[in-house]
């Protein structure tokens, strides 16, 4: 079992800046891949990013691409996720997510493991 806690949410104006943190505990060393995905009030959830641990990448949804910037801290089994020039359809739920073999890491599917959420909310 791996055990994911978000933090960091909070209200911004557009065009500030927010840092997300997932700390991960349990069992991380079978986590591959760990994402980030929102859900905005009325919509679906959707994936924002994503990163395999192996080196192989990171990957980002169009609409963030260029302004946020996932990475993490393995000693720290810490997820984070950068955010700026933040702008109001920004404003979601944001979940933290792992998975062991995700072999599309924009789809919800892949992931074994996923955190509570944390509200960003920006304002116009």
Do not use: H
């Not at 994503?50 to 980002?60: E, H, Q």
């Not at 260029?66 to 700026?84: C, E, H, P, V, W």
């Amino acid at each position: 079992q791996v055990q994911l806690v978000e933090s960091g949410g909070g209200l911004v104006q557009a065009g500030g800046s927010l840092r997300l943190s997932c700390a991960a505990s349990g069992r991380t060393f079978r986590s591959n891949v760990m994402g980030w995905f929102r859900q905005a009030p009325g919509k679906e959830r959707e994936f924002v990013a994503a990163i395999r641990w192996s080196g192989a990448g990171t990957y980002y949804q169009d609409s963030v691409r260029g302004r946020f910037t996932i990475s993490g801290d393995n000693a720290k089994n810490t997820l984070y996720l950068q955010m700026n020039s933040l702008k109001p359809e920004d404003t979601a739920l944001y979940y933290c997510a792992s998975g062991i073999a995700v072999p599309f890491v924009s789809r919800e599917r892949g992931y074994d493991y996923w955190g509570q959420g944390t509200q960003v909310t920006v304002s116009s």
